[in-house]
């Protein structure tokens, strides 16, 4: 199909205003790195969501999701085909102890919410960056806790473009993964159980955690967060730091002196530059220690050709 003849059709769709044809990423990433999409969608209802991967599937396009980018680095070369962002779904609505958000918005503010509704439960996800779409596909977690503790269900649209509904028990909720890739689900919102609590008790947890995290992160550059997952019987960051390797630099990107678990953007890298030190990173620890370190960072895209 005619490219203009796509993006007629991707604005019938949408309006006008939610298309956007050569729209650069990088301010869309939190290691602030990547290329440009050839279409970038932002679509305000879940009928939309569903007719893009309608028309996707009718006229054979990749098709891509963005959530808020906090666990993604998208190659300098961009994306072709829709890159589809769901941020402006993104209401939060809670009921008694149970709060229902949809996938645009921010874990870390669902987690307020609940502070607000003094319901206990979400207080591990206070500082997590991501999306709720992004939160339930990584099974985020941190300090002890993780979606699946909470997550009830989840509202999906299929390979298909069909509304379903999934029990969170059948989206196979492990260690920063789920099934949700394997089954191309979109997840459009997710339902999240919670107990009633003390707002000043919840309140100082979230405190406790949120000092933690500014006090040992590198929050003050470019990152995509933890950039591996933590190996059994091992701690990534330890491995890491064993070997020396912080500081080390490739172009523009740097092992964190902070953190050894995370690399930061420190001047203008290249995706290329990053991921060049991840993979050296991962060599020299499997030399050194016989580990090797499994990434929990996604890289998406196309290097530049
Ligand atoms: C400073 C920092 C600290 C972090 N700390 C933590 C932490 O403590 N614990 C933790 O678990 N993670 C942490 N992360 C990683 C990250 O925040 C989580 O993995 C988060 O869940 C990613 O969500 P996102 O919306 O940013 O997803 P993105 O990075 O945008 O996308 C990640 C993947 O999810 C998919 N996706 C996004 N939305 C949807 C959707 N609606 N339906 C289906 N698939 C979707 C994307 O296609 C992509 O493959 C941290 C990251 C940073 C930068």
Do not use: W
């Not at 991707?10 to 290691?31: A, F, R, S």
């Not at 979606?147 to 196979?172: F, S, W």
């Not at 929050?219 to 091992?234: A, D, I, M």
């Amino acid at each position: 199909m005619e490219k203009q003849t796509l993006l007629q059709y991707l604005k019938e769709i949408l309006g006008e205003e939610n298309v956007v044809e050569n729209k650069p990423l990088k301010n869309h990433t939190y290691t602030k790195l990547g290329g440009e999409a050839d279409f970038f969608v932002t679509p305000v209802t879940y009928e939309q969501v569903q007719q893009v991967v309608k028309l996707a599937n009718k006229i054979d396009i990749k098709f891509t999701l963005l959530g808020n980018g906090s666990n993604l680095i998208i190659r300098d070369g961009g994306i072709r085909g829709i890159v589809m962002y769901l941020g402006k779904l993104n209401k939060v609505t809670v009921s008694d102890t149970t709060i229902t958000a949809q996938s645009g918005s921010l874990i870390a503010d669902v987690s307020k919410q609940a502070l607000k509704s003094h319901l206990t439960g979400l207080e591990f996800a206070c500082g997590i960056p991501g999306s709720v779409g992004g939160a339930l596909f990584m099974n985020a977690g941190a300090y002890g806790g993780e979606i699946k503790d909470v997550l009830t269900n989840a509202k999906v649209v299929t390979i298909d473009g069909e509304l379903k509904t999934v029990l969170a028990d059948h989206l196979d909720l492990t260690y920063r993964s789920s099934n949700i890739p394997d089954n191309g689900y979109i997840v459009l919102e997710g339902e999240f159980a919670l107990k009633e609590g003390d707002y000043d008790g919840i309140k100082a947890v979230m405190d406790d955690l949120t000092f933690k995290r500014e006090s040992k992160q590198p929050l003050e550059y470019p990152t995509c967060g933890s950039v591996f997952k933590r190996p059994k019987g091992y701690f990534a960051g330890k491995l890491i730091q064993d070997s020396h390797l912080q500081g080390k630099q490739i172009g523009g990107a740097e092992v964190s002196r902070k953190h050894a678990g995370f690399i930061i953007n420190k001047d203008n890298a290249t995706a290329s530059e990053y991921i060049s030190l991840i993979k050296h990173v991962q060599q020299v620890v499997k030399e050194k220690y016989g580990v090797q370190l499994e990434r929990e960072v996604r890289i998406i895209g196309e290097d530049l050709s």
